[in-house]
C-alpha cells in the first residue's frame, strides 16, 4: 500500500479531498500542516519528511489570497516558491520518493481565446502567478524524473470557503447579484481533481498537467449554473470586470486544455456542471443544514 504525506491535507480546499481519495484507496495517509510546526523551517520540513518516510507528498499549501498577495510579496513568495523548493530538494536526498505540487491558470495572461496547453508560454500577471509559476519550476528543475505539476482552477468542494458556496450563501440574503462575466475560466471540482491526482501519481506521471473538468464558463455564467442546480430564487446580473475592481490583475481568459489528462486517464474529464451538481447536491446542502 502507498505512503502518502499530504501537505494540507486537513485543512485545505483540495488538501481534504485528497485525504479521502487515497484513503478510499487503502493507501496509508498522514497529513502535515501548520499545526505541526512551522514548514518554512528547512530543518523542520526535512526531519518531518524523513520522520514519515512517505512513497509520495503532495503539496497543495500555497498563498492562495490572490489579491493580498499583491501586497505580502514575500509571505506569498515564502508558501509559493520557497516552500516548493524546499520539499523538491529534500525528496531529491531520497531515493524513491515522488512529488505531487499543484499550481493555477493565473500562470497564464489571457490574452487569447483557445484553452492553454501545458506546452503554451506562460505569462503570470499577478504575484499569485509569478510566484506560483516559480514554485512550478523550482519543482520541475530540481526533481525531473520524480515529480508532477497538476495545473488547476477555479476550484469548489466541500470542507471550505469556495466561490461557489459563496455565491449561493449571498442568495439567501440577497434577490440580486452582480458578478463578473468577462473572465473564462475552467470550474473544477476538488474531488474530480484528486481522483486524477491519484491516478498520475499511481503511474509515476512526471511533468506538467492541466488538471481541470472540461468545459469554459465565465463566472457569472458558474454563478447562474450554480444557482439553477439549488433552485435558488434570486436574480443574477452580469458586470464586467471594470465594475468590481480587485487588486490583482486576474487573465481574462485562463481556460486550461485537459487533453493530455484526457489521454493519460483514458477518459475526458467530465464537463463542470456535472460535477457542480454533485458538488451542491453531494455536500452543499448537507453543509448548510449543519
Ligand atoms: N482554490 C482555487 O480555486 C485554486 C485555483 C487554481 C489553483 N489552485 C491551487 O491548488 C492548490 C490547493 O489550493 P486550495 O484552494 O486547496 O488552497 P486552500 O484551500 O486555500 O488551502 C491552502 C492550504 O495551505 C495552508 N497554509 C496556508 N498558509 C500556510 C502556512 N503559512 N503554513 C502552513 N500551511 C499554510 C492552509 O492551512 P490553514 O487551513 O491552516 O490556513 C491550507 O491547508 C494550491 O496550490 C493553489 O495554488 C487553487
Not at 498522514?30 to 509520495?56: H, V
Not at 531515493?95 to 499550481?103: A, C, G, K, Q, V
Not at 519543482?139 to 515529480?147: A, E, G, M, W
Request: charged share 30%; proline share 5%; aromatic share 10%.
Amino acid at each position: 500500500m502507498p505512503k502518502a504525506m499530504i501537505l494540507g491535507g486537513d485543512t485545505g480546499l483540495l488538501g481534504q479531498a485528497l485525504t479521502k481519495e487515497l484513503r478510499k484507496r487503502d493507501w496509508d495517509v498522514s497529513t502535515l500542516g501548520r499545526a505541526d510546526g512551522d514548514l518554512l523551517d528547512y530543518d523542520f520540513l526535512e526531519s518531518k519528511i524523513n520522520e514519515n518516510s512517505p512513497d509520495y507528498v503532495f503539496n497543495t499549501i500555497a498563498w492562495t489570497r490572490v489579491d493580498d498577495a499583491e501586497d505580502n510579496f514575500d509571505d506569498a513568495c515564502a508558501l509559493n516558491r520557497s516552500l516548493p523548493d524546499s520539499l523538491a530538494r529534500v525528496i531529491s536526498q531520497r531515493e524513491n520518493t515522488r512529488l505531487i505540487h499543484y499550481s493555477t491558470d493565473f500562470v497564464f495572461s489571457g490574452d487569447r481565446s483557445a484553452p492553454w496547453k501545458e506546452t503554451d508560454a506562460p505569462n503570470p500577471e499577478s504575484v499569485y502567478g509569478r510566484t506560483k509559476l516559480e514554485g512550478e519550476k523550482a519543482v520541475l528543475s530540481l526533481l525531473p524524473d520524480r515529480s508532477c505539476v497538476i495545473r488547476t482552477a477555479w476550484l469548489f468542494g466541500p470542507g471550505r470557503k469556495n466561490f461557489v458556496a459563496a455565491i449561493l450563501k449571498a442568495c439567501k440574503e440577497q434577490d440580486l447579484l452582480t458578478v463578473v462575466d468577462d473572465q473564462y475560466g475552467s470550474p473544477t471540482f476538488t474531488e474530480d481533481l484528486a481522483e486524477w491526482s491519484a491516478e498520475l501519481a499511481e503511474k509515476n506521471a512526471t511533468g506538467i498537467w492541466h488538471g481541470v473538468n472540461s468545459g469554459q464558463a465565465n463566472w457569472c455564467e458558474l454563478a447562474s449554473e450554480a444557482i439553477h442546480i439549488a433552485n435558488c430564487d434570486c436574480g443574477i446580473e452580469p458586470i464586467p470586470s471594470s465594475g468590481w475592481p480587485q487588486k490583482a490583475k486576474r487573465p481574462s481568459y485562463s481556460v486550461l486544455d485537459n487533453s493530455r489528462l484526457a489521454d493519460f486517464l483514458g477518459r475526458k474529464p467530465r464537463a463542470w456542471p456535472n460535477a457542480l451538481r454533485d458538488y451542491i447536491f453531494s455536500y452543499f446542502f448537507k453543509e448548510e443544514e449543519r
